[in-house]
């Protein structure tokens, strides 16, 4: 070996952002001149410098440089030491190398920032916000944010209410800001509020925002307007899609039906007359209303409830036959479930209560129920569906 190397120090403490120095003695222990280069060996190496780089020296001679540490005030750098080592190479004998070790111990700091988002936020009762804390110191900080107004007019809600953050990373904090006493109108009013983001080893870092608070009437009627333009649109969509059809089909059927019965009968008459004679002509008996008499025919209306025992169904009488041609479901009070509509049993229609207050079918073809047949509603209800209501309308015809 051609050359030696001592530190006057092993162990050196340096701050983020300043500079610590360590000399470095090289002795040249081979017997001709000869130049030696200086390198710092670690992860020290990134920011550190060694000047001058190169000593010549005489045979028995020393020399002496200076290694500066400079560690950048950043994240990326950790608090703690770092071994480092001074390698020293001889241009004339290069195979050879002296190597000296030490230990570069960096200081902590801790350095904090805050965003709030949105800054600022609008409601009549309440707000939410998103602060992002960022840690750019070199160790991890654990942080709590507590809220303050001028006005003491807010109380503030943090979740979580506190976050470890380890160092060049961010941590995020829900805050829920809201209004102590709430007003029916007038206009808006600021609410400027400060929330504090601090831990117990630093001073805190405090970031403004502000809340704009609403009257409440203003809220409900924006609610009521858009619920009225939703129900107008409603019944337009009910009306093309479903009342008119159906109107449109019940008209066209009560115009032909009677015509068809009519041609059948003549047809049938035709028929059953004898060869060469005189075809009879006939028109078929127009069917009777009202109540009373064999094969009468009457209006049947019936409205089934849970409101009391034994009104959601109905029993069709013996020698009597319901056709039901019209049936109202209606939610009045706005219940949350199903209803159903039921012969013997049997489900004939099943409808969700979230959908609809009133809904109504027209049928070309009725529904139909015999003698000593019951129809039925039946509703599933949280609460048993005590509003919820069926209409249903037809003939009832007596044999």
């Known amino acids: 070996m051609s ?6 120090k092993r162990v050196v403490t340096v701050e983020p952002g300043a500079e610590a120095t360590v000399d470095v003695r090289v002795r040249n222990t081979g017997r001709v001149v000869d130049q ?66 030490g230990t570069v111990s960096v200081a902590p700091f801790r350095e904090a920032s805050a965003e709030l988002v949105p800054r600022s936020s609008r409601g009549s009762r309440s707000a939410t916000h998103e602060l992002a804390i960022d840690n750019n110191g070199n160790v991890p900080i654990e942080v709590f944010v507590r809220g303050t107004d001028p006005d003491a007019a807010l109380t503030f809600r943090s979740r979580p209410p506190g976050l470890l953050i380890a160092p060049g990373r961010a941590g995020f904090v829900r805050v829920r800001v809201t209004a102590r006493s709430l007003f029916l109108s007038g206009p808006p009013r600021p609410r400027p509020f400060q929330l504090h983001v601090g831990s117990a080893d630093q001073p805190s870092t405090t970031v403004d925002g502000s809340m704009v608070q609403e009257p409440l009437v203003g809220r409900l009627a924006r609610n009521a307007a858009g619920a009225a333009a939703l129900a107008v649109v409603g019944v337009l969509l009910l009306w093309f ?17 009677p015509l068809a019965q009519q041609s059948s009968a003549i047809a ?79 489900t004939l229609l099943v409808e969700n209560l979230d959908n609809f207050r009133d809904l109504d079918y027209h049928f070309v073809s009725p529904i139909t129920a015999s003698a000593d047949q019951t129809i039925q509603l039946t509703a599933q209800c949280p609460n048993g569906c005590p509003g919820a209501a069926i209409y249903v309308n037809g003939t009832q015809r007596t044999s």
């Open 3 to 8: 050359a030696s190397a001592v530190l006057d």
């Open 36 to 101: 030696f280069s200086l390198e710092v060996l670690g992860d020290a190496a990134t920011w550190a410098a060694v000047e001058p780089p190169t000593i010549s020296l005489f045979p028995g001679a020393e020399g002496t440089a200076t290694i500066r540490f400079q560690p950048p005030r950043a994240a990326t750098v950790p608090a703690g030491d770092r071994p480092f080592g001074m390698r020293v190479v001889s241009r004339e004998d290069p195979e050879s190398a002296a190597v000296e070790e």
């Open 241 to 257: 899609f479903a009342l008119k059809p159906a109107a449109e089909g019940a008209a066209t059927q009560a115009v032909a039906t």
């Open 268 to 346: 049938a008459l035709q028929r059953r007359s004898p060869a060469g004679g005189t075809t009879p002509t006939s028109t078929p008996a127009p069917v009777a209303s009202g109540s009373g008499g064999s094969g009468a025919t009457q209006s049947f209306a019936r409205r089934l409830d849970q409101t009391v025992a034994g009104r959601n169904q109905f029993r069709v009488p013996a020698g009597t036959t319901v056709s039901i041609t019209d049936v109202v479901f209606q939610n009045p009070g706005g219940e949350h479930g199903t209803v159903q509509l039921q012969r013997d049993g049997t």
